[in-house]
């Protein structure tokens, strides 16, 4: 063993102490320490391993949670806007429960968008090179599911040939050199404390809802439109945080998203008014809503974000002449008391 091999099993050993005793969080935050240091893909997987044990042992109770809001975006057209500088919790709250969405301008740094870019592309390559025959083991950091996602491994090849492309969507905890990245940036822009203050609970991120993604361009298709309650349930409470890494949306050359400024906290029908999918919510239903609320697909830069929760009715938004593929991380949040536990919760 060299003296980088016995490092690392001296810190997985101390990481591994710490989570016997159930302190998961203290393991986390010891293994975040050292990969700073020095990444690796066993630390990185491993944070995630104790993140998603550490949810499942810890006791989350019942809250009370209001829909109050200073309402101080009553005069705001459409989905609000702010820059980072001025997000609390406060005009999420505004934003979320008295609009429907609140757009953040500059939530990420033009480095890290860079770096986020760069891994979302390594993820998707690791995952074809892999679907393609490539040994695992040349791709820990870039793609591998850790031990304690539920479902076991990913499977490859039950579709035969040129399942996997550059492009697509990748569960965050796939690939566990991002999803550190992006805990990383959710540090760094305060999330923790923010959300804490929004649910009056920690939040948790969940195995299934964190998700990276490049969209190819689809000049002229219709995505479905939809709410992410639909599939989640509505017993719950969350905040999703999507981040652009692209210039996209109106006015720009990649997809976009087209959402509804919509207060409602309402599920609405699918299969219904046109849809072409029954998990779908048909132009009908969107075109009777836009009477009332404002239907947008805001121009967002790289870094840019918007919050939303559940009840947000959207779909990707395919641009007629887009020539880019479109990066973005998807991140919802759950309340820890109502998190659902078929989305498999993590500790953030
Ligand atoms: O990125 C997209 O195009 C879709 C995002 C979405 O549906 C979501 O974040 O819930
Ligand atoms: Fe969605």
């Excluded at 479905?224 to 652009?244: A, C, K, P, Y």
């Excluded at 609320?293 to 947000?312: K, L, M, Q, S």
Aim: glycine content about 10%.
């Amino acid at each position: 063993m060299n003296g980088t091999d016995s490092r690392i099993e001296h810190v997985l050993q101390t990481a591994a102490q710490l989570a016997a005793e159930h302190e998961f969080r203290a393991a986390i935050e010891y293994l975040a320490r050292e990969n700073r240091q020095a990444g690796q893909a066993v630390f990185e997987r491993q944070m995630l391993n104790y993140a998603i044990e550490g949810f499942a042992a810890a006791s989350h109770g019942e809250i009370s949670w209001g829909l109050e809001h200073d309402n101080r975006f009553a005069d705001t057209q459409g989905l609000p806007e702010i820059e980072a500088a001025d997000l609390d919790a406060q005009a999420l709250r505004s934003g979320i429960l008295g609009k429907g969405g609140l757009i953040v301008r500059g939530l990420m740094d033009a480095e890290r968008v860079v770096a986020t870019r760069t891994l979302i592309d390594q993820a998707l390559k690791a995952r074809k090179a892999i679907s393609e025959g490539g040994d695992p083991d040349h791709y820990q950091r870039q793609f591998a599911r850790p031990e304690m996602v539920s479902g076991g491994p990913v499977q490859f090849g039950t579709l035969g040939g040129n399942q996997y492309t550059n492009s697509g969507s990748v569960w965050a905890v796939d690939s566990p050199q991002a999803a550190f990245a992006m805990q990383e940036f959710y540090r760094s822009v305060g999330l923790p404390e923010l959300l804490q203050a929004y649910f009056g609970e920690p939040a948790s991120l969940s195995v299934r809802k964190w998700v990276l993604r490049c969209v190819p361009p689809n000049n002229g298709a219709e995505s479905g439109w939809h709410q992410d309650g639909q599939f989640m349930g509505e017993d719950i409470r969350t905040v999703n945080l999507w981040v652009s890494l692209t210039d996209c949306g109106e006015g720009a050359e990649a997809p976009g998203i087209d959402i509804l400024a919509d207060s409602n906290r309402e599920i609405y029908p699918t299969g219904t008014h046109g849809a072409p999918f029954d998990w779908t919510v048909g132009q009908g239903v969107v075109d009777e809503l836009a009477e009332r609320c404002a239907v947008e697909r805001p121009h967002f830069r790289p870094g840019d974000a918007v919050f939303f929760d559940h009840y947000n009715l959207h779909r990707t938004g395919f641009g007629t002449a887009d020539v880019n593929h479109r990066y973005a991380v998807e991140s919802w949040f759950f309340a820890n008391s109502l998190a659902p536990a078929k989305q498999q919760p993590l500790l953030f």
